[in-house]
């Protein structure tokens, strides 16, 4: 056995673990910088030392035979592992935590507490990065995330942190001049920011079933975030829905205020994700215990609980 290892290159093993993943090997090519034929060729190379084939070869694909199913599946640990190992011991990866989160949670929740992570661990300097995309954590360079969704992302350990919920808030200044607004009902007529389909969901909540044209009629401004949402909504033109929690600080100073204490579940929870053979590294442990500290501090998350 050691023999025939001997005799097998790392990159054939790492080409054939491409093709094998991504299921294809002009996909193993892009993803790696090589030409289809280059990987083509290292591929055969790997057969003919192993004298069997691992891919069948069908008119515009491939797939794999049982014997390259059972060497895919080890050749997948053995590169993580191997990304792992490499990561673990670079002098570059242990002093940055990169982050990858939603644009709305970086701004209201997590800056803010960023610096209080950093005077504890000085050791590691942190890097933010919002995408609209959900990054790749088992094969890009981001160590960690925080993500809405329900927590099913294969290769991910996820823990949850709180639930998503939303509340309709306003300026008071608004809310001034659309006085006197004596139950939930009343929105329907005035001026909404944001979806139409999350403000059926809040009415609802609220006890209002309005006609689905009422619904959609008065939302006159969407945005890709909450924050710009919530940056219309302080500008006095009109009630968005947001997180009072992301957003407990507004309500809290005044700036912005609930009409009405109608806090709706939005089904989906934010969580930690992160690899789950990178449970142990440092960097990912102490950012762990850090931000699972913060949230059970946040009495924000109490104070709005709801059932999801």
């Known amino acids: 056995m050691s023999d025939l290892l001997s005799g097998i290159p790392l990159s054939a093993i790492r080409v054939f673990e491409a093709a094998a993943r991504l299921g294809g090997f002009t996909r193993a090519a892009e993803e790696l910088g090589m030409t289809q034929a280059a990987v083509s060729w290292q ?66 929740w997590l800056a803010p507490r960023l610096g209080a992570f950093q005077v504890a661990h000085p050791e590691i300097a942190v890097r933010v990065e919002t995408a609209n995309r959900v990054v790749d954590l088992l094969r890009e360079e981001a160590d960690v995330g925080i993500r809405a969704g329900q927590g099913d992302w294969p290769g991910l350990e996820c823990l949850p942190l709180f639930p998503t919920s939303q509340t309709a808030l306003a300026s ?105 053979d990178r449970r142990r590294a440092r960097k990912i442990a102490a950012f762990r215990e850090w931000v699972l500290a913060c949230v059970a501090a946040d009495p924000a998350i109490d104070r709005y609980a709801v059932a999801s």
């Open 172 to 276: 008071p200044a608004l809310l001034e001049r659309l006085a006197p607004l004596t139950s939930p009902k009343d929105l329907l007529d005035a001026p909404r920011i944001g979806a139409a389909w999350e403000w059926a969901l809040w009415f609802r909540a609220a006890g209002v079933d309005p006609p689905a044209d009422a619904i959609e009629a008065a939302p006159r401004l969407t945005g890709d975030t909450q924050t710009l949402e919530v940056a219309a909504a302080l500008a006095g033109q009109g009630i968005a829905l947001a997180s009072p929690v992301l957003f407990s600080g507004e309500i809290e100073s005044g700036r912005l205020v609930q009409p009405f204490p109608v806090t709706v579940a939005m089904g989906q929870t934010y969580w930690l994700v992160y690899p789950q």
């Open 43 to 108: 591929v055969k190379a790997l057969e003919q030392r192993l004298g069997q084939p691992l891919f069948r070869r069908l008119p515009r694909e491939v797939a794999l035979t049982a014997s390259g199913e059972r060497l895919a599946r080890a050749a997948t640990e053995a590169m993580n592992s191997l990304r792992v190992a490499l990561a673990d011991i670079s002098d570059r990866s242990d002093g940055v935590l990169a982050i990858t989160t939603l644009q709305t949670f970086a701004m209201q």
